[in-house]
Each structure stands twice: as structure tokens, then as C-alpha cells.
């Protein structure tokens, strides 16, 4: 689920590609020169003299890797100018690093309005993306192996990352350059949709949040409140407004927690809720451990009801 | 360290100095163009970039290849009239030295075919 | 300057023998008496190489051990996912400590500490030029190294990984001091390793056989060269870097801080402008090493010598262009990354001559399976795997996918290992009968071999797959269920049958090695090289002619004759340690160079230098100082003893040949020593210049920033005009203190004296200058650059006040004449270096600004 041996979009199959060819010549490279050691070695003297000259390193050594190389070079060019290039209509989208999760914003196309969401890139198939990426704090590397290289989220900088999903699925992406403490546990999930389910899921996201429909969830609103939640984590359509935290507008259609974690249900929300240092030591959220457990599951469940 | 025999380090050495000069000045100048976006400039309908590129691989790649015909010459030379053991190995050095780095300085230039200048 | 013309029969075969025999009666006793290693506690003060270089090795190998233990903690914490057996904060810092000990505490020292002990041996001298140098460089390595390790059981460990990538490294998200022990501890390491690159250079070039020219140096010996050249030009960059960020930690100079000017990219660059040499400086050295086993294992001369030397040297330039394929995925323009693409597959050609000239030598001979040549065998199997990998790499687009994954841990390990520490092991296994009076086992070793040669394939090959399936690398744990868990555990239980191989090693060297002096096991492969001479603590008895690159082979009976004393310099001229200094091309004697002997001075110097960096790191800034200041004062008390003197008329060594006992010039070993030091500082300066127009370049518009005003031209116009007076002076007490008839000219020292006001006066004029525009180097990139060139010349003209002041000193004391003037002439070369540096960094902080006119 998370392969460059799985490629998902074309740019993605060059890599792979590249890839295969290398990965056979250098394998027929390395027998033939263990062959050819080991000739050297155990072969009668008489048999293996010819190897034994200065003509073996001139053609071994210099001629074979000059040809070899020369035509490797080229190739390996061609494929880095055909990858990873910003195509015309692409859709754009901004992905900015956090200590230890993603701040995803798409930005207002048509008559299509802006928003915000948190570790989730959610993609239509067949048309070209362009991943907008920086950071805002230390440097992270943004890496999908399904669908080609990565590319390093640097504060002070911002870097494209041009790719195209070929087939819909569920794909991971994970933080490749060591940022901190839980740089281990700083994936996102990558959804490609067909272009259809893709508007409708844009246009859901742009909505703000749904109101509490029971009780509970009513209940799980006003912890979320009177908890301070709010000035951290935005929750569109009510007064949560805090910007350092992930958007929560819309969390339960998200299908994941904790930044590619968990699967995303109550459960794992309270848990995520009453433990968060204790599951992700040194992330920036503290462990609301002392809320009961009915308020818990208030808290989660109206969570959970932010499809 | 005597004038002759530095010049004959010099002239061992020399191709892999016309490489190093021709990386620094191609990675430079490419840097600092892009960097400043400076590199959408023309001379002849040429990019800026590219004939950088060219004009430096063209430059060192001759540079590196008269080094390659004087330590030809002077390997030869030796060879008929024997000189010093140190001389002669001096002079195949370079031999071999500015011969590789004909391909090293090559290889430089290969990208201006292929990429474009600054995406 | 003052040695004799020699005749040029150097290269003739020796037909008759430079000294007659018998030999005087008492000369040997002489030579031993003045190579007599100190007894007792002060066995420590012991310089000579023989000493040194084994302590050395064993302290680097300590290291190896160390951050081997390391990674198998980390490789049980990995075995099984979301494994809890050690936190995500001591994860953290062991992979940190794995790769900066491996790295700096292990791979260079080890192979330095290998070419201590070998070098001198191999050219036949007696020593290495500065041998107190080595003991300073061993001592400050040693102390400085274990207490830098011994943060880990405090949890005070770098946290940041090997690279410190800023701005994680940087006070906002690394407040606590872990980050400085890296930048202070391994700051200083560092300074130790250009310590020993300068030995070795002028070692090499210097300190040779008779005869041993330049085509007949041994390949090991062209390899330290091209090493320590390679140290001398890359490591100043990871010092200035270090310099860069630990100004940043303290005084909140934002070199790097995107917000203020700076650029992340900056420490990438100066990182692994360092970091990619670094992997070439670890491998060349090995591969010398190979190039010398191989022929002795396989009985016949290397096969392609010359081709073998070029592709050392084409390694050492190309190694210089590879260090952008570190930086890949940092969005760098295509173009740009592309020639990097090009110069690292460039650099694999010369790979690929040493293997196949390896594999013809094999081939010419007759290869006999010992442990040495297993170990060689192993190495070319994973080394030549790891290579390819490198290829792959190599290409962007390829690296794209497997950059920061377990597939660069894989090719990594491939080379290092294979590059580095199999050729390591065979060079033990094949050189302890150098300096132990018995040879290790043979039946061990085998298992010792096939212990780590599976363990490292087991351990690795697994790991290209899981990267390529999306592991990244330098992750504390992973989840369940991605395809990676069966892989992980065999690459955990390859590193414990690696851990098992070397732990039978250590058992190895417990049972067999027994310390020799002059009684070691001796030329057990029958090889080729003048290590295997016989020798003792003075290295042999006399220095031999050589006329090929196998003398053992070629000189029948060299090893009675130079032990008999029938070649050169049989005994002591002075009655001290000497060394015979050579010419370095065609290696014809120049002149006695007078060695010092043991010393506490290199010892307490050393101390006092890591109780300085180490008291910095814990911020007791006033015990540092004084610390520093002790460390000083030890380093001119061991400074006083040196530059003796012509202390007796030159001397016959043999044959014939009469060479001074003194000399100085540019014929001079210290000379020498000096113009690579200038090298170094030059290299630190570049890198500050390039540091400088990078932030130009990132930063349009504002260079210098709107409210920020260029100081009035008067103001370095004044500075230069000092730095130029200053140089001028000196020039004239140069002129003054020549002739051969020992005066000690009156006027020198004024000259000395008012030279050192103009030079402190110029790069005051210059802080002023700056300091009176209001710029602050804490508000942007542009105030930090400038103050960090005019702090980098403070520290210049600071080092020369001092040497200034020692030089007066010298001259009160006596100690300087016209003849005996080699202290003088390096703070001569010296200031010459910072005057022109100044003048430079005026050129650049003034003139640059106004030539862009803030673009």
C-alpha cells in the first residue's frame, strides 16, 4: 500500500522503469565481475594468465564503465526532464509540513471555494496535481511511493511536486526527512477518486460543519468548547477558530487520526483525545486524560459526527 | 618544489583542474541565474543557461584536450630518450589523468541537451 | 636552502653499500637510547609512532565497538513493529550517535590512526615529521571522544541525526544542549583529523626511503595523500558550518533561519560539501590498504600501478562535485542536480579500475585463501554491490524514490562496510605480525570472516527491498501490517551474527596479540614492502635505498643488510630522534630533521583543548577560558623546545652523502606544514565567502537590507593600508634576519612589534567600521555574514598577536638568528595569509554590495 514497486500514476511507472533496467544491469554487472573474480581466484594459472594484464583494468575498468555509463546518463536524464513537470490545468493544492502532521489547503478554482483539511490528500484520477509544499517549522520531505519521488517541505522555500493518479485507491504518503521527536509517526493517507466523487467530496468540504443532530453529540460540542479545543483547532460554521492545530471541520470523514495513525472511529478519537502524549510522545496536543469517560465519549462521538 | 616540476604537476593534473573550473562555473553560473531568475535571457535564440553550459564544457573540454597532446608528446619523448624514473611517470600520469578527464568534462555537458534550464 | 647539491646517482642500482661494516662499536646502543619509550606513568608521554599509532587504532576500534552496540539495540528496537523497548527520545539519539561516532569517532580516525602506525614504517622513516602533533591529535581525540560518547547514558546525546540539519538543530526546536555537544564535540574532533592530514601530507612527501621516488611510493602511501589532501580542502567546510550554527545557537546570528534572511540550504551545502569527500576519505585509504595486501597475498607485483594511482587521484577531485546527490529532493532546479548526476557517475570509473586491477593482480598470481585475503575477497563482493546501488542512486529520479529510505541505508552499509571496515579487518588480521610478537589465527579468522560476510548480507541486502516498499529511514518504529515486518527481523538477525564475528575477533586479538618491540613475527606473508623490514622503536636501523616498488622482492637480502646498519644514517648525528628528511619527488636526502621526543606538553594540551570545547558545551564559560588559556600555554612550552637549530655540522650519513642537521625554507618540513595550514584556513575563508554569497543570492532586493547603510569607503581603505604596512614590515625584518653568519638583528623585533599594531589596528578599524552603521548581526542574514567574516579575521589576527609575541620572545631568549630563524619564517607565511585575507574580506563585505547596488 505504500510501494515504488507499485506505481500508480505514470510518472510513477517511469521511476519504476528506471528502476527495473538499472536493477537488472547492475545485477548482470555484479555476476559477472564476482564470475570473474572468482575465475581469478580458483581458475589453473595456465587458464586464467589472459586475466592477469593490465589490458583487463583498461577494458574492464575504464572502457566498460565509460560505455555503460554513457548510455545510462542519458537515459537517467531523460527520465528526470519527462517526471515530475507541472502540466496546464493541473489541480493545485498546498501542503505545508507541522511537527508532526500535514496542513493540506485547497485553494478557491472556479466556482469552487478554498478550504482547509489535515492529513488527507484526497485527488481525482486522470488529472495532473500539483502539490504546492513548504514548511512551518522544520524541514519534512513529502513522499507517496505509489506515485513517484519526494520532495522536501523547507521553511523559507516552497517546492512543487507534479504528479497524475492513473488508478482510484487508497495510497500512504509518509515524512521522509527526519523532523523531531515523532518523525516516525507523521504519514497521511492519499485518496484517488474519480472526477465525479472528487467534486462531490470538494463540495462537502467546503461546507462547515454539521450541527450536532442528538443530545450527545450537542453535549460532545460544548466539551469541545468549554475544554478550550477551539483555540487550537478550527471547527468551520462554529467559534473554534484556532489556527495551530489541524482543521477539524469536517475529521469524521477523514480515515484516519493522529496524522496516518489510527483508523478513524469513537474509539480511537477518545483514545486519541485522553492519551495523545502517551501515544505520541512530544506531539503538540496534551493528553485531556482527566475527562470521564461519558464526557469522552461525548467528545469523540461529536467528533466523529464531523463528516 | 622546483619551477620544472611543478609545471610538470600542473600538466599531470591539469585535466581534472579544467574539470573542476568547468563544475564550478556551469553549477555556479546555472545557480545564480535561476536562483535570481535571470536565465530567460537570449544570445543568438539560445538560453543563457544552455550556452553557458556549452561555451565552458567547449572551452575546458579543448583546454583539457591540448593537455591530453603535450603529455602525449612528452610520454613519447621519454620513452625514446629515458629520463628520470620519476619524469616518466609524471609525464604517463598525465596521460591517463587528462584522458579521463575528457570523459568527466563530457558527461558535464550532456545535461544542456536534455534539460530544460531552470524548472 | 643550505643543503648540498647531491650527486644523481640515486637511481642507479646500489652495487656498493653507503656504510662499511663493521659498525662502530656503541651506535646501535646509541640509536636505542635515543628511542627509548618512557617508562612507567609517563608511558603516556610517549610519542613515537609506534606507540601512538597503536593506541590510536585501538581507541578508533573502541568506537567501532561502541556505535556497533548501538545499532543493535536499535536493530532489537526495529525487530518487530511498534516494538516499545526504548523511547522515541534515546531512538533518536542512538541512530544520531550511530552515524557521528561511526563516522567521526571510528571510520577517519581509524584510518588515520592506521596510516600513524603505518606510514613511517612503509617509507622506512623513523618517525612522522611532527610526532608530538600525533600525540596531540590522539589525545584530544581520546579524551574529547569518550566523554561526547559518554552523553548517551545521560540522555544528553545529539538528538538531531549525524547531519544536523538546521533549523531542527536550531534553539527553537533544540533548546537543550544535546545539539551543542555535536557541534562543539565533533567541532573539535575535526580540528584533530586536519591535524593528522598536515602530518601526513608532509609525512608522505618528506619522510621517505632513499630512492623511493615518486613512481615507486607504495600505493597505501599515494592513498593517505590524496586522503589527507582531501581533508585538508573538505573538512574546513563542516568547520565553518559548525561555527555557523553553534553562532547561531548562542548569540542568535540567523544564518539559517528562513524568517530572517537565512536559508536551511546553507547548512545542507556546507554539510555535504564535507559529508560526500568524507565517505571517499574513509574509502581511499582502504583501498590502499587492499592494493598492498593483494599483491603480498597473491605473491606478485600490483598489476596497472599507474592506473591505480589515477584513478586515486580522479576519485579525489570528482569526490569534490558529488555533494548536491545528498540533496536531491530539496527542489533544487534539474539542471543543477544534473551535473552532480553526471560527476557521480563519473566517479565510479575510477571504482571500477581498482577492482579490476585488483581482480588482474589476483589473476597474475597465486592467491592464497588466507584470512587477509577472504577479507579482501568480501570486500569486493560488497563493495562492488554497493557501488552499483551508487550508480543507481546516482540517477535523480531514481533517487527521488529511494532517497531517505532503508534502500540509501542499504547502499550506504554496502560501502561503508564493505569499503571500509572489510579492508580494515584484512589490514589487521594481515599487519598485526608488524606489531605483535605473534600472528592472529588463521582458523579463527575464517569464522571471524564468515561470520560477518553472511551478517552483513543478511543484515542489508533485505533492507533495498524495504525501503523500495516505503520505509523511511530514522523512524523509532513502524506500524503493523506495511509489508515490512519479516524483512526487519532478518536484518536484525544479521546484525547479530556481524556482532558475533567481531566479538570472536576481540577473542582473536585477547589470545594472540602480544605487544613487540623489537621481537614481532615478522615477514610472515613474505611481502613486499619495507614494513616487513625488521625493526624497533626507532623503526630500522638504517634508512634503505630503494630502486623498485617490491624491494623485499627485488633487493635480495635488504632486511641483514639494513639491519646490519650498511645503509643510511646507521645511528644517531645528534645523539637525539632523527628522521631523514627527503626530496619529494625523487626522494634524495636533504637534510636531518631533529624529532622531538616524549613530552607531557602534547598531553596536557590536548586535555586542556577538550576541556575547553567540552566546558564551552555546558556553558561554564569561565572554567573553558582558563581551560583555553592553559591549553595555550602548553601548546608554546612544547612550541619552545622545537626549531633547535643547526646544533652541530652537517653529518655523513653514508656514501658519501653529508646533510645538515637544519635547514629552513621552503626545503623546510615545517614550512611545509605551514603552507598546508594556510591551505586549510583558506578553504574555512572560502567557505565563509560562499556561505556569504549564498545568502546573497537567496535573499534579492535586500542585500544589504532597505534600512542597512554600507560603511564610507575611508573606512576599509584605512584597514588595507594597515594590513599592507604590516606585511611590508615583516617583509623587511625577513630581509634583515639573512646571512649565514648567526646575527640576531636589532631591529627585528621592533619591526615584529609595530607589524603587530598595524594588524591589530586594521581589523579593529574594520569592527569599528561596521559597528558605527547601527548593524546588528542578529536582526538578518546580511549583519550575520558580515560579522562572521570580520569575526573570522579577529580570530586570525588574534593567532598572529600571539605567534608575533613568541617570535619577539624567541629573539630576547636568544633563540633566533639568521640562521635559526624557521619560527620566524612560519609567523612570517602566516601573516602574510592573514594580511591577504583581510584584504579580501574588505573586498568582499565593502565591495560587493556596492558592485550589486543591493539587487
Same mark, same amino acid.
Given at each position: 500500500m505504500q510501494s515504488a514497486l507499485d506505481p500508480a500514476g505514470g510518472d510513477a511507472w517511469q521511476l519504476y522503469w528506471l528502476t527495473v533496467v538499472m536493477t537488472v544491469g547492475a545485477t548482470l554487472i555484479f555476476v559477472l565481475v564476482t564470475a570473474l573474480l572468482l575465475y581469478a581466484v580458483f581458475a589453473p594459472p595456465e587458464r586464467r594468465a589472459w586475466l592477469g594484464t593490465r589490458r583487463t583494468i583498461v577494458y574492464g575498468g575504464l572502457a566498460f564503465p565509460i560505455v555503460v555509463l554513457s548510455l545510462l546518463l542519458p537515459y537517467g536524464l531523460i527520465v528526470m526532464r519527462d517526471v515530475d513537470v507541472p502540466q496546464p490545468g493541473a489541480l493545485q493544492v498546498e501542503v505545508i509540513g507541522e511537527q508532526y502532521w500535514w496542513r493540506v489547503r485547497y485553494p478557491a478554482e472556479g466556482e469552487q471555494t478554498e478550504f482547509s483539511t489535515a492529513n488527507e490528500l484526497v485527488i481525482p484520477i486522470g488529472r495532473p496535481i500539483t502539490v504546492s509544499v513548504t514548511s512551518s517549522d522544520v524541514i519534512h520531505s513529502f513522499w507517496i511511493p505509489n506515485f513517484g519521488g519526494k520532495i522536501d517541505m523547507i521553511p523559507g522555500r516552497i517546492n512543487r511536486f507534479n504528479f497524475t493518479a492513473e488508478r482510484p485507491g487508497v495510497y500512504r504518503g509518509v515524512c521522509a526527512e527526519f523532523c523531531g521527536a515523532q518523525h516516525a509517526r507523521m504519514a497521511f493517507d492519499v485518496v484517488a477518486l474519480e472526477p465525479a466523487e472528487f467534486d462531490a467530496w470538494r463540495r462537502m468540504q467546503a461546507q462547515p460543519a454539521r450541527e450536532p443532530a442528538i443530545p450527545l453529540l450537542a453535549r460532545g460540542r460544548e466539551l469541545f468548547r468549554s475544554g478550550g479545543c477551539g483555540s487550537c483547532h478550527v471547527v468551520r460554521g462554529t467559534e473554534a477558530n484556532g489556527q495551530f492545530g489541524p482543521d477539524l471541520t469536517h475529521v469524521g470523514s477523514r480515515r484516519t487520526i493522529g496524522a496516518g495513525q489510527f483508523p478513524n472511529n469513537i474509539g480511537t478519537l477518545a483514545g486519541w483525545i485522553a492519551n495523545v502524549q502517551q501515544i505520541k510522545p512530544g506531539a503538540k496536543m496534551p493528553s485531556y486524560g482527566s475527562l470521564t469517560g461519558e464526557d469522552l465519549r461525548a467528545m469523540a462521538g461529536y467528533l466523529e459526527s464531523l463528516k | 618544489m622546483s619551477g620544472a616540476r611543478t609545471l610538470q604537476v600542473l600538466l599531470a593534473l591539469g585535466g581534472m583542474i579544467a574539470w573542476a573550473v568547468q563544475f564550478t562555473i556551469i553549477y555556479g553560473v546555472t545557480s545564480t541565474l535561476c536562483g535570481r531568475g535571470w536565465a530567460d535571457a537570449t544570445i543568438f535564440g539560445i538560453g543563457i543557461v544552455p550556452l553557458t553550459i556549452l561555451t565552458t564544457t567547449l572551452a575546458t573540454l579543448s583546454a583539457a584536450a591540448i593537455l591530453l597532446a603535450v603529455s602525449l608528446r612528452e610520454d613519447r619523448r621519454l620513452r625514446i630518450r629515458p629520463a628520470s624514473a620519476t619524469d616518466s611517470f609524471l609525464s604517463h600520469a598525465g596521460v591517463l589523468i587528462n584522458g579521463f578527464s575528457l570523459v568527466a568534462i563530457l558527461w558535464n555537458g550532456v545535461p544542456a541537451f536534455i534539460l530544460p534550464a531552470c524548472a | 636552502m643550505n643543503a648540498p647539491e647531491l650527486p644523481k646517482s640515486f637511481e642507479r642500482r646500489e652495487t656498493e653499500f653507503p656504510n662499511p661494516l663493521p659498525r662502530p662499536e656503541g651506535e646501535l646502543d646509541a640509536l636505542k637510547k635515543a628511542w627509548k619509550a618512557p617508562k612507567g606513568l609517563s608511558f603516556i608521554t610517549a610519542v613515537n609512532n609506534t606507540y601512538v599509532g597503536l593506541w590510536y587504532v585501538g581507541t578508533a576500534f573502541l568506537f567501532f565497538i561502541l556505535a556497533g552496540i548501538l545499532s543493535l539495540i536499535m536493530r532489537v528496537q526495529l525487530?518487530?513493529?511498534?516494538? *516499545?523497548? #526504548?523511547s522515541h527520545n534515546l531512538y533518536n539519539q542512538l541512530f544520531t550517535m550511530h552515524g557521528t561516532v561511526m563516522m567521526f569517532l571510528f571510520a577517519v580516525p581509524a584510518v588515520e590512526a592506521a596510516s600513524v602506525y603505518l606510514l613511517p614504517n612503509m617509507q622506512a622513516a623513523r618517525d612522522l615529521p611532527f610526532p608530538r602533533l600525533s600525540a596531540y591529535a590522539f589525545w584530544a581525540y581520546f579524551v574529547g571522544g569518550l566523554v561526547f560518547f559518554g552523553t548517551i547514558f545521560f540522555g544528553m $546525546?545529539? *538528538?538531531?541525526? /549525524?547531519?544536523?540539519?538546521p533549523p531542527l538543530t536550531s534553539t527553537k526546536y533544540s533548546p537543550a544542549e544535546n545539539a551543542d555537544w555535536w557541534l562543539l564535540g565533533i567541532g573539535f574532533i575535526e580540528i584533530s583529523a586536519i591535524a593528522g592530514a598536515i602530518e601526513i601530507i608532509v609525512g608522505v612527501m618528506k619522510?621517505?626511503?632513499?630512492?623511493?621516488s615518486l613512481d615507486k611510493l607504495p600505493v597505501y602511501s599515494w592513498a593517505m595523500l590524496v586522503f589527507a589532501v582531501m581533508i585538508v580542502i573538505g573538512f574546513p567546510a563542516i568547520i565553518l558550518g559548525t561555527l555557523l550554527l553553534e553562532m547561531e545557537r548562542a548569540? *542568535? /546570528?540567523?544564518?539559517?533561519i528562513a524568517e530572517r534572511g537565512g536559508d536551511p540550504l546553507l547548512w545542507q551545502h556546507l554539510f555535504w560539501f564535507f559529508g560526500h569527500p568524507e565517505v571517499y576519505i574513509i574509502f581511499l585509504p582502504a583501498t590502499g590498504m587492499v592494493s598492498m595486501i593483494v599483491p603480498a597475498m597473491a605473491q606478485t607485483p600490483l598489476v596497472g600501478y599507474r592506473l591505480v594511482v589515477l584513478a586515486l587521484i580522479a576519485t579525489g577531485f570528482l $569526490?569534490?562535485?558529488? /555533494? #548536491?546527490h545528498h540533496m536531491f529532493a530539496t527542489g533544487l532546479p534539474k539542471m543543477s542536480l544534473s551535473f552532480f548526476s553526471a560527476a557521480s557517475t563519473a566517479v565510479a570509473v575510477p571504482s571500477g579500475i581498482q577492482v579490476f586491477a585488483w581482480i588482474a593482480t589476483i589473476a597474475s598470481g597465486r592467491m592464497k585463501l588466507t584470512t587477509p585475503s577472504l577479507f579482501v575477497i568480501g570486500f569486493l563482493f560488497i563493495f562492488t554491490l554497493g557501488g552499483l546501488t551508487g550508480v543507481m542512486v546516482a540517477m535523480a529520479p531514481f533517487d527521488w524514490q529511494a532517497h531517505d529510505s532503508y534502500f540509501v541505508v542499504a547502499h550506504l552499509h554496502y560501502v561503508l562496510i564493505g569499503g571500509m571496515v572489510f579492508p580494515l579487518f584484512a589490514a589487521i588480521y594481515y599487519w598485526v605480525p608488524v606489531a605483535s610478537k605473534r600472528a592472529l589465527s588463521e582458523r579463527l579468522g575464517r569464522w571471524v570472516f564468515g561470520l560477518m560476510f553472511l551478517g552483513v548480507n543478511v543484515t542489508f541486502l533485505p533492507m533495498h527491498i524495504t525501503g523500495l516498499i516505503g520505509m523511511p529511514r530514522r523512524v523509532y518504529t513502524y506500524p503493523v501490517g506495511m509489508g515490512w515486518d519479516a524483512l526487519n527481523l532478518v536484518s536484525t538477525i544479521g546484525a547479530f551474527m556481524i556482532a558475533a564475528g567481531v566479538a570472536l575477533f576481540l577473542v582473536d586479538i585477547a589470545r594472540n596479540f602480544r605487544f613487540a618491540g623489537e621481537d614481532n613475527a615478522g615477514n610472515v606473508w613474505n611481502a613486499s614492502t619495507l614494513e616487513w623490514l625488521p625493526n624497533g622503536n626507532y623503526a630500522t636501523r638504517s634508512i634503505p635505498s630503494v630502486v623498485s616498488r617490491d624491494p623485499l622482492w627485488d633487493q635480495p637480502n635488504l632486511s641483514k643488510d639494513v639491519e646490519d646498519g650498511r645503509y643510511y644514517l646507521p645511528g644517531t648525528a645528534t645523539g637525539g630522534r632523527e628522521a631523514l628528511v627527503t626530496s619529494p619527488f625523487d626522494a634524495r636526502p636533504q637534510y636531518i630533521l631533529q624529532v622531538p621526543g616524549p613530552g607531557w606538553q602534547p598531553v596536557l594540551a590536548a586535555v586542556f583543548t577538550a576541556a575547553f570545547f567540552l566546558l564551552l558545551t555546558v556553558k561554564f564559560v569561565f572554567t573553558a577560558v582558563i581551560c583555553g588559556i592553559l591549553a595555550l600555554g602548553c601548546v608554546i612550552w612544547w612550541l619552545w623546545e622545537t626549531d633547535p637549530g643547526p646544533v652541530r655540522p652537517p653529518a655523513d650519513i653514508g656514501g658519501g652523502i653529508v646533510v645538515p642537521v637544519y635547514v629552513t625554507g621552503p626545503m623546510n618540513h615545517s614550512w611545509w606544514a605551514m603552507i598546508v595550514l594556510m591551505v586549510v584556513s583558506g578553504m574555512v575563508f572560502t567557505c565563509l565567502i560562499f556561505s556569504y554569497l549564498f545568502l546573497w543570492l537567496v535573499n534579492p532586493g535586500a542585500w544589504p537590507p532597505q534600512d542597512i547603510r554600507i560603511p564610507d569607503w575611508i573606512w576599509p581603505a584605512v584597514s588595507a593600508f594597515l594590513y599592507c604596512g604590516s606585511a611590508i614590515l615583516i617583509a623587511v625584518a625577513s630581509r634583515q634576519l639573512r646571512g649565514e653568519d648567526r646575527r640576531k638583528p636589532r631591529p627585528v623585533p621592533i619591526l615584529i612589534g609595530v607589524a603587530l599594531l598595524l594588524v591589530g589596528g586594521a581589523s579593529a578599524v574594520d569592527l569599528w567600521a561596521q559597528w558605527q552603521t547601527d548593524l546588528s548581526p542578529s536582526a538578518h542574514a546580511y549583519g550575520a555574514a558580515v560579522y562572521a567574516i570580520t569575526s573570522l579575521q579577529i580570530f586570525f589576527v588574534l593567532t598572529t598577536l600571539v605567534m608575533g609575541i613568541y617570535t619577539i620572545a624567541r629573539w630576547l631568549a636568544g633563540k633566533l638568528d639568521t640562521v635559526r630563524r624557521t619560527t620566524f619564517d612560519n609567523t612570517m607565511l602566516f601573516w602574510y595569509y592573514t594580511a591577504g585575507q583581510g584584504l579580501v574580506g574588505l573586498l568582499v563585505v565593502h565591495g560587493f554590495p556596492r558592485l550589486t547596488g543591493g539587487v
Open positions: - | - | 525487530a518487530v513493529p511498534e516494538n *516499545d523497548l #526504548v $546525546s545529539p *538528538d538531531g541525526g /549525524w547531519f544536523m540539519y619522510t621517505r626511503a632513499v630512492g623511493m548569540f *542568535d /546570528w540567523p544564518f539559517f $569526490s569534490f562535485g558529488l /555533494w #548536491v
